[in-house]
């Protein structure tokens, strides 16, 4: 079994990606959050700070564009390819409306023809290994019966699949089902993405979808990072989980520290972080309520610190982790 991070945008930066790698385990490679191609040759270091390979050296990460121009595609690819990457991988999933109403993401897949033309134009030129990380469709899980034939005419490393539309975002279910119909379809290795955040639900596709043998864990894997290895170890049963929790949760805010201008952007990213964090506490909602009304980074800390030690929170209900 193989275990990928997915790209988070504002979350699975290379300042999560490093702190998860010291002190979680289980998973094995990352897809960094897509960059954006642009026009001109010029691309600036600044655009690509999260995929400096000094930084990126405590997991292997595969960097994913976003484009629908396949000469700034080529442009951005063969850059990252002489930064030292390998696998690049192409962003036709996002679902956000400001992404797909530029036709870029989801908002490409009703566009097949456009989508064979720029894998055509991109693999005579391309110097690295391309993947695809992609929807059922933006309107229709049907998109996907037209997008199959295309990506099986080139030589394409690996197709994850996240079973939504771009237009349900991340609401309502995995259309498991349509999965299941194009699985067998696809001559490239397919990687599961959607919905994975307890051991019993990878389990549960593991046994409907027996050929596929990597997963990709998002959103589950942030709110609760034990996930992989509770995954690898088959049970849930983890030491000192508050305690490694804790050190997590502090190699954030000083990785974030160093990496922002001041403690605001700090804070402010820290509390997206409990928007998942707080799904793994029994009284998450109040606990997300008063995280959200803190102002300083100071009172941020106090707060969290008293929650995390274990002195403190354990056996207490009212924050147990699960």
């Known amino acids: 079994m193989h275990l990928i991070l997915a790209p988070l945008r504002g979350f699975t930066d290379v300042v999560f990606r490093n702190a998860f790698a010291r002190h979680f385990n289980g998973i094995d490679e990352a897809v960094a959050p897509f960059v954006t191609s642009t026009k001109g040759r010029r691309i600036k270091p600044s655009h690509l700070a999260d995929l ?12 994913q564009i976003l484009s629908n121009n396949s000469a700034e595609f080529l442009c951005l690819a063969n850059t990252l390819v002489d930064l030292g990457y390998g696998e690049i991988n192409w962003n036709l999933g996002c679902p956000y409306p400001m ?33 695809i990380k992609t929807r059922l469709g933006r309107y229709s899980a049907d998109e996907i019966n037209a997008l ?6 080139y030589p394409v490393k690996r197709i994850i699949i996240h079973p939504r539309t771009g237009v349900q975002m991340y609401t309502g279910s995995v259309d498991l089902a349509a999965f299941g119909r194009c699985l067998p379809k696809l001559v490239h290795p397919v990687v599961y993405n959607g919905d994975i955040n ?15 043998s990597t997963w990709m864990l ?23 989980r508050w305690q490694r929790f804790a050190d997590f949760h502090d190699a954030l805010i000083d990785g974030y520290t160093r990496r922002f201008s001041g403690p605001g952007h700090v804070l402010a990213r820290m509390k997206g972080f409990w928007g998942y964090f707080a799904d ?20 941020y800390r106090v707060f969290v610190d008293g ?7 354990q056996g207490k209900t009212d924050c147990e982790r699960l």
């Open 52 to 63: 400096v390979q000094a930084e990126n050296s405590h997991l292997p990460v595969v960097p």
């Open 99 to 131: 992404v797909a109403k530029k036709k870029r993401g989801s908002g490409l897949l009703p566009f097949p023809d456009e989508i064979d033309r720029l894998l055509e134009r991109v693999l005579r030129d391309f110097a690295g290994q391309l993947s």
């Open 148 to 153: 199959v034939p295309v990506f099986n005419r």
């Open 198 to 212: 307890r051991l019993e639900t990878l389990r549960s596709l593991s046994d409907r979808f027996p050929s596929v």
């Open 218 to 240: 998002g959103r589950g894997l942030v709110a609760n990072p034990f996930l992989a290895e509770t995954i690898r170890i088959g049970s849930p049963q983890i030491e000192n």
């Open 280 to 299: 793994e506490f029994v009284d998450g909602r109040r606990i997300l309520k008063k995280i959200r009304k803190t102002t300083r980074l100071e009172n």
């Open 307 to 313: 929650l995390l030690d274990p002195r403190v929170s």
